[in-house]
């Protein structure tokens, strides 16, 4: 089950914040409104991309997006927010919760 509310604001847009205000799960839905907006193939495209590399590679993946750059580490995805320059900070969330809110982020666009 999703630790996301998703919605259409106003004008259609969609939109996800953290159902409980907790800041790793607030980048999330960041990137999901940034990077995926409301794109269903790329949704799906980026889930395979996850499921693809293997949890025990000693190789990284990164992945750039429109304002937040990802990268595969084991089972860890770490998120950098490219957009702000003034963020230097990174984010890590497991694979497991990124994939759930992709999962569902899909569902919600379909």
């Known amino acids: 089950m999703s630790s ?3 919605y259409r604001d106003a004008d259609g847009a969609a939109r996800a914040e953290s159902a409980n205000d907790e800041p790793l799960l607030s980048i999330l839905a960041q990137f ?3 990077d995926i907006q409301d794109d269903p ?3 799906h495209d980026l889930i395979d991309t996850i ?3 293997p949890i025990d590679s000693e190789e ?3 992945i750039l997006g429109n304002s937040f ?3 595969l580490v084991g089972d860890v995805i770490v998120f950098e927010c490219v ?3 003034e963020d230097e900070d990174t984010y890590s969330l497991s694979r497991e919760v990124v994939l759930e809110e992709l999962e569902a982020w899909k569902v ?3």
């Open 83 to 85: 957009a702000d320059e």
């Open 4 to 6: 996301l509310r998703m």
């Open 51 to 53: 499921k693809e590399q």
């Open 69 to 71: 750059s990802m990268l």
């Open 32 to 34: 999901l409104e940034s």
């Open 108 to 110: 919600f666009l379909d």
């Open 60 to 62: 990284q993946l990164e």
């Open 41 to 43: 193939e790329l949704c």
